[in-house]
């Protein structure tokens, strides 16, 4: 069932945009589904299940620490620094009982999946990966520190007592040698200047090294060939430091990447600019250990006088007036805890800023001595240095602590080189942060070979001649597979009733919707202030609908423009127009059912990022992929391990400069169906692009109740607008009416009012008509020209009145005959009234293995976090489940906030007690699984989970947890109900990349030379034991596709490697991103743009109470509203 294409407009590409879902099993000694301890069910949903549930085998995961130095840094008291106890967890008997048990009380009792064995379908490739091999000299041993220590310890004392031992440190606790130091506790006395203290005093340090333990590295190797299950994390850190140590050292250090002004410098905007560097990480794989190596770039300050930060962060040429209450604390938020360097002495001197004055600086003054004599700031530095301060009426700087300050006048302090900004950025920032590293294929693979070359690590004398690591400098090229695409199945009414995408994209031409939705009470409203058409947008949008087989009414209440400035307030009078119309026809309980919303002019709002920042990020990084290969590979050069002393000559670690070639598949695009009346039925995507032109939609939806409001002022022709919009949703299979209300445009200042009365108006009509109960089905919404409304809107509508909308940019409503826009738009519409685009063929044919064979339910669960500095927002957890079987291609979305930084999904099962009700279970899963056997009329007897947002290292504690939900949720529901469940974590936020091995192969890749969709990847650079794969399933667009890891965490499927590649798409994973992205709108609604809030080291220290979510209603609910 993989979809690997989304259908975009006449000859557009249709590319399925796949995020990600992530992992939770857990251990199981009893029973087949593991040991949870489940609470007897409140009552029985399902009729009884009697599948057998086979015992599933457990084991136990034990960690050795071999060897480390123990190390004390102190100043000027002494502290001891100490390592945590290691906890052995017995294995679990071999022979266990067939029960629902307690979960194992420690994670390490936890055993992931084996690989089942290797992929096989797919047209076979090779391609290249950023992953480098390293090899070690055999006899090299290493140790470890538990340190603070410094380039001085070594400066003073290599040669006199560190047996002229490079040490490579971590930059925590830890440093290693590659053979024994000639002591075995020592301690040493560093004096270093502290710049920072103000008058370059001599700080004394006092360390101490002891010897801790030794690392294993016959277990390594013993892990490497398969003989040894537990993986050597102790020994694979110490590697990695020391690949990391010489690097540490020259470039400025955040996590595991590295960056420098060599690598590349782009302006921020605000005072802020990006340093471009690299990632790397030392991973074990199939092939070996292999470092692996991509791009990347962060937000630094800028090396610049305060005075002229100030005025760059408010964007003004000059400073030439105080600032004001509230920018004095912008600027405090954006300066507290970096560092300056005073420009007016001989010698450079660092101060770390505390904060800025609450008087400007002409009117602060300080005690001259214990006499209690005092004197201006502005004398003092007139009189000490002939400065005359030009800034004076701005606050000063203040460092120092509060019993005694230490005031800096702004234009004598220079921001300090290399410092990381941390804190939000806006959207602008942002924007040009990701383009900083978006790059085409080949570009990348360019700049990863030129860092290896760079980083030259077998010429790195603690890499190579120390501790013996060599690194190839060639990408490895790994063994790959084209997983072919899925057959896709559109209405049988359309031209082409099927589609097998090629290259991932597909198109909407000559196919209608498999399932068109019915649109009966919509409208329209436009809070743009560009000049639309309305009237022929929502034309234009109804004849896209019903030509893609929608079922697509004329607009229910008047489609019209509105103010931006008042979206909520339209948005509610839309509402109640709406409520009242229809209880006049008798439709009592039905509702407005979609609202067309054009939105301002300006871009809609994106996750609090200014859109300028979010441009010039992503262009520093999106390179096509020759291009990245090429920075990756030059990035390596730069680098150059193997001459680093540390890396090579004390350790002997070697890194190989040549990217890896790894083995890969690319599986055949799935066939998709459309409506038997299209032209085509169906379609085979080509290289993952299809598009909608002679296709019907294969289930077209009913629009009964619509209408449209336009609240930019723009001039738009309305009528026109939506004319066109009926005739495409009607030529794509829609049953699509005429508007329901007038169309109407909207003054943008009262959006809120005009969708109340939207909804009043139309409620109060299909009253009137004895529709008493039916809703506005449907309101078209033409946004303000100016963004911030996009958020509120949706808010309104889908929280407060209950109306499914559609929103349209003035700008693209605006235009005439606009086929592309209306037919996706069309497409966007009939997934929100109930509607299906398409549908597989395998599907259809029932040969979807491990789904179509029984009734099978798939979700996606995803957590999304706020925005650093911003810890006023709670992460977002959303979950979405399949409501149609076998086809899944619906998906219902539930939401719910969490607890501060939290990660585990709470709310997928719990219990709580009412005093009539006894204990009452609830919970996502529960309701989503219910909801199934509502849709379908059966239970799901298999669960596959695509659980996104997970790190490695949370692997066995959202596996334990989640599946106990799972399991408890089940049970809850009926006693016994324990169907086989699948848990997969899918993970796209990770430095691995995938390169055509020939980049002027145009057979090997796609329009935008990135790798073809459906290549797929199990060996060589995937996990020695475990199951898991990378999965490229989309075409490229722009820069460098980023492949989807896939890591099965818990299987009683028990899949094979092929019928989870074939079977594994993002959508639901997808999906649940999109619907936690929404909700966070019922939260925050729109904020400044321009607004960075402080983030770092000031983030909150006090516990954050959750608000709960508005809830959103039911008929809402019900359809792909997120969509």
Not at 309 to 315: C, D, G, H
Not at 862 to 871: L, Y
Request: with cysteine; net charge positive.
């Amino acid at each position: 069932m993989s979809g690997r294409g989304r259908g975009r407009g006449r000859g557009g590409r249709g590319q399925p945009r796949h995020d990600r879902p992530s992992p939770s099993p857990a251990s199981s000694s009893g029973g087949r589904g593991g040991n949870h301890h489940i609470p007897p069910p409140a009552s029985s949903q399902f009729p009884a299940l009697s599948s057998p549930t086979p015992p599933l085998a457990s084991s136990s995961a034990s960690l050795s620490r071999d060897m480390q130095l123990k190390l004390t840094l102190q100043s000027p008291a002494p502290a001891q620094l100490t390592l945590p106890p290691v906890v052995q967890t017995p294995p679990p008997p071999q022979s266990v009982k067939e029960a629902v048990q307690p979960p194992p009380a420690s994670s390490k009792a936890v055993r992931l999946p084996a690989r089942p064995g290797f992929g096989t379908a797919g047209q076979k490739c090779v391609v290249r990966a950023n992953h480098f091999m390293v090899s070690i000299t055999p006899e090299v041993i290493s140790k470890k520190l538990h340190r603070e220590i410094i380039n001085k310890l070594v400066e003073l004392y290599r040669e006199s007592h560190l047996g002229k031992r490079q040490l490579a440190y971590d930059g925590r606790k830890s440093v290693y040698t590659a053979g024994p130091l000639p002591f075995s506790s020592k301690d040493f006395v560093i004096k270093l200047v502290d710049q920072d203290r103000g008058a370059r005093k001599d700080r004394e340090f006092k360390v101490s090294i002891k010897f801790a333990a030794k690392p294993d590295i016959h277990h390594l190797q013993e892990f490497m060939r398969g003989r040894q299950l537990d993986t050597p994390q102790e020994t694979i850190q110490v590697l990695d430091v020391v690949l990391r140590a010489t690097l540490s050292m020259n470039n400025a250090v955040v996590g595991r990447s590295f960056f420098s002004p060599s690598f590349g410098v782009g302006d921020l905007g605000n005072g802020f600019q990006y340093w471009k560097g690299f990632y790397q990480s030392l991973r074990p794989i199939q092939m070996g250990l292999s470092l692996n190596i991509d791009m990347s770039a962060r937000a630094f300050y800028e090396p610049i006088l305060v005075t002229d930060f100030v005025a760059k962060y408010f964007n003004v040429k000059d400073l030439t007036r105080p600032l004001s209450d509230q920018d004095c604390l912008k600027v405090k938020r954006a300066l507290r805890g970096i560092k300056v360097e005073l420009a007016h002495r001989k010698h450079v001197q660092c101060r770390r800023i505390s904060g800025l004055s609450v008087r400007p600086t002409n009117q602060l003054t300080f005690p001259l001595d214990d006499t209690g004599e005092k004197m201006s700031v502005v004398e003092y530095f007139r009189q000490k240095y002939n400065i005359i301060l030009e800034y004076a009426f701005l606050p000063a700087l203040v460092a120092g602590s509060d019993a005694k300050p230490v005031y800096l006048p702004m234009e004598i302090c220079k921001i300090a080189e290399g410092q990381r900004y941390s804190k939000k950025l806006n959207e602008k920032q942002v924007s040009a942060l990701l383009k900083a590293t978006c790059q085409r294929p080949d570009v990348r693979e360019g700049s990863i070979k030129q860092i290896v070359r760079h980083n030259n690590y077998n010429n790195d004398k603690l890499v190579n001649e120390e501790f013996g690591i060599q690194v190839r400098a060639e990408l490895a090229s790994v063994d790959a597979r084209v997983l072919p695409p899925p057959r896709l199945k559109y209405h049988d009414t359309g031209r082409e009733t099927q589609v097998d995408p090629r290259v991932g994209v597909w198109n909407m031409i000559d196919k209608k919707m498999v399932n068109g939705g019915k649109v009966e009470f919509w409208t329209c409203i436009s809070f743009s202030r560009s000049r639309i058409n309305l009237d022929q947008f929502c034309c234009e949008l109804i004849s896209m609908c019903r030509s893609k087989g929608m079922d697509f009414n004329e607009p229910f209440l008047p489609i019209k423009s509105a103010y931006p400035g008042q979206i909520e307030k339209d948005l509610h009078d839309i509402h109640a127009c709406s409520t009242e119309k229809l209880a006049n026809m008798g439709l009592t309980g039905k509702q407005l059912q979609l609202l067309i919303i054009v939105l301002p002019d300006e871009k809609r709002y994106s996750k609090k990022l200014n859109e300028k920042q979010v441009s010039a990020l992503l262009k520093a990084t999106c390179q096509r992929p020759d291009v990245r290969e090429g920075s990756i590979k030059q990035m390596v050069r730069h680098n150059n391990y193997n001459n680093d002393k540390l890396v090579n000559e004390e350790f002997g670690i070697q890194v190989r400069a040549e990217l890896a070639s790894v083995d890969a598949r690319v599986l055949p695009p799935p066939r998709l169906k459309y409506h038997d009346t299209g032209k085509e039925t169906q379609v085979d995507p080509r290289v993952g692009v299809w598009n909608m032109i002679d296709k019907k939609m294969v289930n077209g939806g009913k629009v009964e109740f619509w209408t449209c409001i336009s609240f930019s002022r723009s001039r738009i022709n309305l009528d026109q607008f939506c004319r066109e919009l009926i005739s495409m949703c009607r030529s794509k299979g829609m049953d699509f009416n005429e508007p329901f209300l007038p169309i109407k445009s909207a003054y943008p200042g009262q959006i809120e009012k005009d969708l109340h009365d939207i909804h009043a108006h139309s409620t109060e009509k299909l009253a009137n008509m004895g529709l008493t109960g039916k809703q506005l089905q449907l309101l078209i919404i033409v946004l303000p020209d100016v963004s911030g409304s996009y958020g509120k809107i949706k808010r309104v509508c889908e929280t407060e009145l209950g109306i499914v909308s559609q929103c349209c940019q003035p700008r693209q409503a605006q235009k005439n005959n606009n086929k592309q826009y209306l037919e996706n738009l069309s497409l966007k519409i009939n997934v929100k009234v109930g509607g299906r685009n398409t549908v597989l063929m395998s599907a259809i044919e029932r040969r979807i293995p491990f789904v179509t064979d029984r009734p099978t339910i798939i979700f996606g669960a995803d957590v999304t976090h706020s925005q650093p500095g911003d810890d006023a927002s709670p992460p977002i957890a959303a979950v979405v489940a399949s409501m149609d079987w076998p086809e899944v291609t619906k998906y219902r979305g539930l939401v719910s906030a969490q607890g501060h930084k939290e990660e585990i999904i709470q709310d997928l099962y719990k219990t709580y007690r009412d005093p009539q009700r006894g204990t009452v279970h609830c919970g996502m899963i529960r309701e989503l699984l219910i909801a199934f056997k509502t849709s379908t009329g059966q239970k799901p007897h298999r669960i596959i989970f695509y659980r996104d947002g997970v790190s490695e290292g949370q692997f066995n504690q959202v596996l334990l947890h989640e599946m106990d939900a799972i399991r408890k949720a089940c049970v809850s529901l009926e006693e016994h109900y324990l169907p086989r469940v699948t848990f997969v974590v899918v993970q796209k936020r990770h430095h691995t990349r995938l390169f055509p091995a020939d980049h002027s192969d145009r057979r090997s890749t796609d329009r935008s030379g990135n790798i073809l969709p459906g290549t797929v990847v199990d060996t060589h650079i995937c996990h020695p034991n475990e199951f898991d794969f990378y999965l490229c399933s989309h075409a490229g667009i722009q820069g460098t596709s980023r492949p989807t890891h896939y890591h099965v965490l818990y299987d009683e499927n028990q899949f094979s490697a092929d019928a989870l590649q074939t079977l594994t798409n993002m959508p639901p994973a997808y999906y649940a991103h999109l619907a936690a992205f929404r909700a966070r709108f019922y939260i925050e609604g729109d904020t400044s743009e321009n607004e960075s809030t402080s983030g770092g080291r000031n983030t909150r220290e006090r516990s954050i109470e959750v608000r709960p979510l508005p809830a959103i209603k039911a008929n809402v609910k019900d359809v792909m509203f997120y969509c």
